[in-house]
């Protein structure tokens, strides 16, 4: 360690052209390909595009809306019964 190592990053430089140019920020998921991180979403290319990753927040907020969704319903249908 006295004498230092050489550490090699591969890295997709146009991937993170795309997608900084599109108004993201560079970065890369769990298994190292690259991730746009966009305002709203993640998007494994850049903003704007169609092939976006939904956020955490989002799948929580829908996660949400269809549990009281199915409470609703089958409180409706025991005061129904």
Sequence with gaps: ???GFQVKWKENTEACRKCN???????FDSFGRPLCYCPQYQS??????????????????????????????????????
Excluded at 21 to 27: D, E, I, K, T
Excluded at 52 to 62: A, C, I, P, Q
């Design 44 to 81: 494994h290319d850049e903003c704007g595009h169609r092939d976006h990753v939904r956020s955490k927040g989002k799948l929580k907020e829908n996660a949400v809306i269809v549990s009281i969704s199915v409470i609703v319903t089958g409180g409706i249908a025991l005061l129904a019964f």
């Design 21 to 27: 140019a599109s108004g993201g920020a560079c970065g």
């Design 1 to 3: 360690m006295e004498e």
